[in-house]
């Protein structure tokens, strides 16, 4: 089986691949979380297990705490990824990184993968330079731009939105959400079968994943609401974004036609992707 490594597998989105991946790779662990900020632990991990494929998924992805911590953003999106790819060039391992949307200003209806970057925040700042240098190092790196994924964390502390959302509802307290920011959002396991199909077709370049359309923040926390079985009305329509927030493009719709080209996984509706999120929860906790 294809040799799996993956760097960031506490976290929200690695906690669902580990577990996803066992039938279809062998999956081998660090032992433990490896700072990403430590070049000679990445290339330590990288040399010992010898992986075929590193799936680079750790990040400081909270996109508040990066402008107030541009420093410690910096240092793990940017030098975290030139660490990772500079040992996978010492050992001829492929590489998966997954960026974000947030490389692009949202003012457009739709973004392919060859439109100009123009992030408005200073965590897309770090995903794009983070994108050149990957591909620097590794011309032939697998580059994944995401723009919401959906699920229910594995593990704790993570920056899942959904586990707020239910930690919100489950305490009886509304949630405000924008209707004036738009994300394709595509459900955790079937992002994870779209990954896996494009490592095993040996995939390479830059591709968007998501579902095929957008909604706002708002209806698709009312769509996750119903989901999981709460009154629409613990979702409130929010006009303006909170004081001290950090900018987010409005429109962040990563749209997937190259993607098609290559996956059979089907790509679902928001609608659909948002379904699937409480069905797999419901599959992980019977």
């Given at each position: ?29 660090t ?13 330590r ?8 494929w ?18 410690l ?10 660490n ?42 770090t995903?794009?330079?983070a994108?050149r240098a ?10 994944v ?6 699920g ?11 586990n ?40 390479r ?6 579902s095929a359309?957008a ?28 004081a ?6 409005p429109?962040?719709?990563l ?9 059979r996984t ?12 409480a ?8």
């Open positions: 089986m294809t040799r799996l490594l993956i760097f960031g597998a506490r976290g929200f989105l690695g906690g669902w691949i580990q577990h996803l991946a066992q039938d279809t790779f062998e999956v081998v662990s032992e433990g979380r490896v700072d990403v900020r430590d070049a000679a632990a990445c290339a991990v990288v040399d010992e297990l010898r992986p075929d590193v799936f680079l998924l750790a990040a400081m992805s909270d996109i508040d705490r990066c402008q107030q911590e541009p420093q953003a910096e240092a793990v999106n940017v030098r975290g990824a030139e990772v790819a500079r040992a996978c060039l010492r050992t001829g391992a492929r590489l998966l990184f997954t960026s974000s949307g947030a490389v692009f200003d949202g003012t457009e209806r739709g973004y392919v993968e060859t439109d100009p970057v123009s992030p408005v925040n200073f965590y897309g700042e995903k794009a330079r994108e990957v591909t620097d190092l590794l011309p032939d790196a697998l580059v731009r995401l723009s919401l994924v959906l229910v964390s594995r593990s704790e502390g993570t920056n899942a939105l959904v707020k959302l239910l930690a919100s509802w489950q305490a009886g307290k509304p949630v405000p959400l924008l209707r004036s920011e738009c994300r394709n959002a595509i459900d955790a396991p079937t992002l994870a079968s779209i990954l896996f199909e494009l490592a095993l077709a040996q995939a370049g830059l591709y968007h994943a998501g359309d909604l706002s923040r708002f209806e698709i926390g009312r769509g996750l609401a119903a989901a999981f079985g709460y009154s629409p009305q613990m979702v409130q329509a929010q006009e303006q974004p909170p001290g927030r950090a900018p987010r493009g429109n962040e719709f749209r997937t036609h190259k993607l098609a080209t290559i996956c089907p790509i679902p509706a928001c609608e659909e992707a948002i379904r699937r999120c069905h797999a929860m419901a599959q992980s906790h019977p």
